[in-house]
C-alpha cells in the first residue's frame, strides 16, 4: 500500500511541474502534450486502479465470509461425523451386547417379518440364520401352543409388554421351557417401528426346581414323619436367637405348636435358667462354625428330659450363619437305664473289690499264718537240739580241759613214754589239737549261739502269740525281717552284697499289730531288695564311691533328702543312686506329734511317675509273671491305714531311688 501511494502522487507532482513551466518554443509544446497525454492515461490507470482495489477489497471481503462459512459447515460436518461415529460405536457396543448376550433376543419389523437374531438365538432354536428361521416358520412355529403364540402377539402389537414362562420347540422339534419377554419398539411420535423378544432357556432350572419341590416334600415328610425333635432356629444380626419352627414329634414333647414359638428366645420357651444353658449352646456352635452334638437335661412340665442333641449351622452365600437345625433324641430312658446300670456297675465293682481285698486279706493272712506256723514250728524243732548242743558244749569244754590237763601230767611224769605211744602222738599231731580243740569248741559255741538267734528272729516275727495288739520293739521286728531276709542281702556271683545302712532313733514300744506290721517290713524291704537287684543289673545304674546321701540337683546334707512332693519340713532318706554299693538305708524317729515315722530308702533306679500312682492298687505289678502278685503293698497300705490308722507313702523320682514312709501312731486310742 505504501508503494501505491507513490505511484499514486508522481502524476500529480508532474501535472504541477507541467503546469508551472512556461512554454518556450513549439517542440516544447509537443513534448509537453505528450507529457500531458501520458498523464492522463496514467490518471486513467490510477481510476482503473482503484476500482479494481475496491473490487478486491470486496471480493477478499466475500472469501473472508465464505471462508467463515466453510468453517462453520465444516465444523458442523465434523460434528455430524463424531456423532455418526458414537452411534455407530454405541451401535457396534450394543450389538456386541445382544452377541454376547446369553438370552436369546430376535427383533421383526412392523410387518412382523424376522430380521435379526444373536448367536444364543440362533443356539437355542437350531437356525443358524434369519432365512433358517423364517423357513422353520417364523414366530408362530416356536409356540407348541398356538393360542399362547396368538396372545403374545395381540399383547405386543397393542404396545404392551408380554412376559411370562411358556413352553417351546426347536427346529429339531427339542421341547423346552422358557422365559419370554416381548416388547414393541416405538419411534419418537409413539408409532410401533417393530417388535423385539428376549427368551431365557429355564428347561434345566424348571427339572431342577421339580427335584428341589420333590426333594423339600421328601424332607417335610421326614420332618414332620420323625419320631427325633427337630426344631429351626434363626441367627439374627445381633446374634440373638429366636425359634422359627419344629416339627410334631417335639410338639408331642414340649407341648407347644410350631407357630406358638415362631419369634420365641429360649428363654421364652425354657425359662432363665434353662433358657441361658441352651443359648450358650447356641452360642458355641455359632463361634464353631461347625455342628456340634451334645447331652442336655431340661425341664418341661416339671419333668426331666435327657436329649442328645445335633446343632448344624447353615450359611448364607456371604458365609454368615443365619440358622441353626437342630436334631434332638430323646433319651430319658437310656439314661435312667443307663444311669442304673452305671450305679449297679459301681455297686459290682465295689463288692468285686471289696470281695478281692477280702479274699486277698484271706489269702495273705492265711499264708502268713502258715508261715507264722511253719516258722514257729521249725523254730521250735530246731530251739530243743540246738539248746541242747548249746548246754553240752560247757561240758564238752571242761571234759576236753580235764583230758589236756592229764595228757600235760602224763608228759610230765613221763617224758620219754614207750615207742607206741610216741607214734600215735605224733600220727594225731597231738600237739596242734590240744592247741586247737579249745578253738573249735569255741567255734561250735559261736555257731550254737548263732542258731539260737535266728530262732529267736523267727520267733520275733512269726508273733504266733501276739496276735492281738500288744506294746512292741519295732527295732526287732525290723532286725527279725533282715534276718529273714538274709539269704538275699548277702553277696552273690553276680553283685556285691547289699549294705543295711541302721538310723534307729531311741523310740519307746509301739502299740501295733507285731505280725502284720512284720508284714509290712517285709513287703517293702523285699521290693527294695528287687529293685537293687534290677538295677545292679541295668547298665543306666550310676557308678560312683562314698556313702549313701544327697545327690544331684539336691546337694548333699547329712546324708539326708528333703521330699521332692512337699514343701514342708519332711526330709527324706534316699541313698545316693550314684552310689557304687548297693545300700539300703532305715530310719526311724519319733515325731513331736507322738508318731513313729519307718523310712525305707533304696538307691536303685527309683520309680515311673505312671508307675508310682498305681503302687498300692491290687494286683498291680511291674514284676514279671510268677515273680510278683501285686497284692504285697496293696496289704501293706490296708494293715497301716486300716489296721493301725497311719499312712504308707512313697517318694521317688527316676535315677533317685526310692523311699518308703510308714508312719503310725505312738498309741492306739
Known sequence: ?????????????????????????????????????????????????????????????????????????????????????????????????????????????????HIYQNSAFSKLYECETVQDFMKFGGFCAIFTNLAVAKEIWQVTISGKPWIGEVEQQSATGRIMQTFLRSYSLKDSTGKNVGFVGAITDITERKLAQVQLQEKEQFLRTVYEGSEHLIFVVDVLEDSDFRFADWNLATERVVGLSATEVIGKTPEDILGVVDGAAVRQRYTTCLKAGKAITYEEC???????????????????????????????????????AETQLKQQAQDLEKALNELQQTQMQLVQSEKMSGLGQLVAGVAHEINNPVNFIYGNLTHA??????????????????????????ELAAEIDLEFLIEDLPKLLNSMKIGAQRIREIVLSLRNFSRMDEADMKEVNIHEGIDSTLMILEHRIKATPNRPAIQIVKEYSNLPLVECYAGQLNQVFMNI?????????????????????????????????????????????????????????PTIRIHTELTKEKQVVIRIADNGLGIPKEVKQRLFDPFFSTKPIGKGTGMGLSISYQIISQKHGGSLGCISQPGNGAEFVVTIPLSQK
Open 1 to 113: 500500500m505504501e508503494k501505491d501511494n507513490k505511484t499514486n502522487e508522481f502524476p500529480n507532482q508532474l501535472w504541477e511541474l507541467v503546469s508551472t513551466c512556461p512554454v518556450e518554443n513549439q517542440q516544447e509544446n509537443v513534448s509537453i502534450a505528450f507529457l500531458l497525454q501520458i498523464v492522463n492515461d496514467i490518471k486513467k490507470l490510477q481510476r482503473t486502479h482503484e476500482g479494481l482495489q475496491q473490487a478486491y477489497a470486496q471480493l477478499e471481503r466475500q472469501l473472508e465470509e465464505r471462508t467463515q462459512e466453510l468453517i462453520k459447515t465444516n465444523e458442523a460436518l465434523q460434528a455430524e461425523i463424531a456423532q455418526r461415529q458414537r452411534v455407530e460405536a454405541e451401535l457396534m457396543l450394543y450389538k456386541q451386547a445382544l452377541e454376547s448376550s446369553s438370552d436369546a433376543i430376535g427383533i421383526a419389523d412392523a410387518g412382523g417379518n
Open 298 to 336: 431340661v425341664n418341661f412340665k416339671g419333668e426331666e428330659i435327657w436329649s442328645l442333641t445335633t446343632i448344624n449351622p447353615l450359611k448364607d452365600s456371604k458365609g454368615r450363619i443365619y440358622r441353626l437345625v437342630g436334631t434332638t433324641v430323646h433319651i430319658t430312658e437310656r439314661i435312667r
Open 397 to 422: 569244754n571242761d571234759y576236753i580241759q580235764h583230758l589236756v590237763e592229764f595228757i600235760r601230767l602224763y608228759q610230765q611224769l613221763h617224758p620219754h613214754p614207750i615207742s607206741e605211744i610216741e
Open 525 to 581: 524291704l523285699a521290693n527294695a531288695i528287687d529293685a537293687l537287684e534290677e538295677a545292679m543289673g541295668n547298665s543306666e545304674w550310676g557308678i560312683g564311691s562314698g556313702e549313701m546321701g544327697r545327690q544331684g540337683s539336691l546337694g548333699r546334707e547329712g546324708g539326708k533328702i528333703s521330699s521332692p512332693s512337699s514343701h514342708t519340713s519332711h526330709t527324706s532318706y534316699l541313698p545316693n543312686a550314684l552310689c557304687l554299693i
